[in-house]
C-alpha cells in the first residue's frame, strides 16, 4: 500500500498538504475581533509554517490552509476545537508539491482589512517596458509588438523571464484597463492575442532529459467557456519545447471537455482561466470540472492542474478546486507538473 505524506517522514519533507473548509460563526464577529482573530493566526501560522487564505462573509468562515502535514494536523486539531464556529464542513483535503499562498502567512479578504496587503512594486524599468507592450498590444500595433518582445531575446532575456516579468503582467493590466472601461472587451480579445502570437517565438529553459525521454503527454484547455487563451497557448509552446506530446482543446462545455479527457487519457491536465480577468465567478464551475474529470480518467488517473489570474495573485477567492497543482504563472509549469506524472506512474506501476 502506498504510504501518504503523513506516514512517509521523507514525503513529509518534499511535500504540502492542503485543507480548505467552511463553517458557522457561533456569534457575528465585528471587524476589530476579525482584525484581532487574523493577526493572532498569523503568528501562529508563521510559527508552523502555514500559509493560506481566510474570508468571512455572512457569518460563514472559508478558509484554505497549506503547509507540511504534522503542521497542518496540529493546527487543524486546534481550530475544530475553537468555540468560536461550529457546522464544520471539509470541502477538499489533499497534497501538492508547493504552494499556492507561498506569499502570505495568512491572507484575508481584503475587504476587512484596514490596509489590505499589495504585491511587491515593480522596479520602473520593468514597469515602463510593461506599459509600453500594454500600448502596442492596444493599438493594434503587432509590428512594434513583435520587434519589443524579440529585442528583450536580443539582449539577453530568458523566455521564461519575458513571460514572467513582462507578458503575464501586461496580460493583468490589460484586463485591469478593460475593469476600469479604458477599452472595450473587442480590444482586450485582441490584445491578448497580439500577445500570445508575439510570444510563440520565445524559446524556454531546456528540460531535463529525464522528461525528454518519459515522453510525457498532456492536454492543454481553457476552462468551459473560458474566451481567454493566452495562458493555454503559451504553455504549449513551452511544454513542446520540453519535450511533451501536446494537444489542446478550447471546449465550449464541461461535457466537451470531459469527452476530449477521454479520447486522448493524457499524463497530465492543464485547466486556464483568463490571464486578464479575475474570472472569480468561474471557481464553482472550474471545481465541477476538475471532479468530473478525475471520474472520466478513472481508468488512467490524470495529473490535474489549473492556472490563471486568480491564481498568480493568491486572491483570496481562489480557493483550492481540488487540482493536484495550482500554477502561478506560465514559466516553469513544465517541471513541478513532470514530477506529479513521475510520481503518479510510480503509484501505478
Keep these: 500500500m502506498q504510504k501518504t505524506p503523513q506516514e512517509d517522514p521523507a514525503m513529509a519533507k518534499d511535500w504540502i498538504a492542503c485543507l480548505t473548509y467552511k463553517s458557522v460563526a457561533t456569534a457575528s464577529p465585528g471587524a476589530s475581533d476579525l482584525q484581532t482573530l487574523v493577526s493572532k493566526a498569523r503568528a501562529r501560522n508563521r510559527s508552523l509554517g502555514i500559509t493560506g487564505m481566510l474570508a468571512f462573509e455572512k457569518d460563514c468562515f ?3 490552509l497549506e503547509g507540511p502535514p504534522a503542521q497542518l494536523d496540529l493546527l487543524w486539531s486546534a481550530i475544530r476545537q475553537d468555540t468560536r464556529h461550529n457546522h464544520i464542513e471539509v470541502l477538499s483535503e489533499h497534497v501538492v508539491t508547493s504552494r499556492l499562498f507561498s506569499d502570505w502567512d495568512l491572507l484575508m479578504d481584503e475587504r476587512f482589512l484596514d490596509a489590505p496587503m499589495v ?9 515602463d517596458h510593461i506599459a509600453r507592450i500594454v500600448v502596442l498590444a492596444l493599438d493594434g500595433d503587432d509590428t512594434g509588438l513583435n520587434a519589443l518582445i524579440a529585442s528583450f531575446a536580443d539582449n539577453g532575456w530568458t523566455g521564461d ?4 516579468l513582462l507578458i503575464e503582467p501586461a496580460a493583468r493590466a490589460l484586463g485591469d484597463a478593460w475593469m476600469a472601461d479604458q477599452c472595450s472587451a473587442l480590444e482586450l480579445t485582441i490584445a491578448l492575442s497580439m500577445l500570445q502570437l508575439a510570444g510563440h517565438a520565445l524559446r524556454y529553459a531546456p528540460a531535463s532529459e529525464t522528461i525528454r525521454k518519459s515522453r510525457y503527454s498532456i492536454l492543454l484547455a481553457t476552462a468551459p467557456g473560458e474566451s481567454h487563451m493566452l495562458g493555454t497557448s503559451m504553455l504549449a509552446d513551452q511544454f513542446t519545447d520540453a519535450g511533451w506530446q501536446v494537444e489542446m482543446a478550447f471546449p465550449e462545455s464541461e461535457q466537451a471537455l470531459l469527452n476530449q479527457l477521454g479520447a486522448q487519457q493524457p499524463d497530465a491536465m492543464d485547466i486556464g482561466l483568463s490571464d486578464a480577468l479575475p474570472r472569480r465567478h468561474a471557481l464553482i464551475k472550474l471545481r465541477s470540472a476538475i ?3 478525475r471520474l472520466a480518467a478513472i481508468g488512467r488517473p490524470t495529473i490535474l492542474s489549473v492556472g490563471g489570474r486568480l491564481f498568480s495573485e493568491a486572491a483570496a477567492s481562489a480557493a483550492s478546486v481540488g487540482a493536484d497543482y495550482a500554477r502561478k504563472g506560465i514559466a516553469g509549469s513544465a517541471i513541478p507538473i513532470a514530477e506529479l506524472v513521475r510520481q503518479n506512474r510510480k503509484r501505478q506501476a
Design 291 to 293: 471532479e468530473h474529470s
Design 161 to 164: 523571464a519575458v513571460v514572467t
Design 119 to 127: 504585491a511587491s512594486p515593480t522596479p520602473p524599468a520593468v514597469a
Design 62 to 64: 472559508f478558509q484554505t
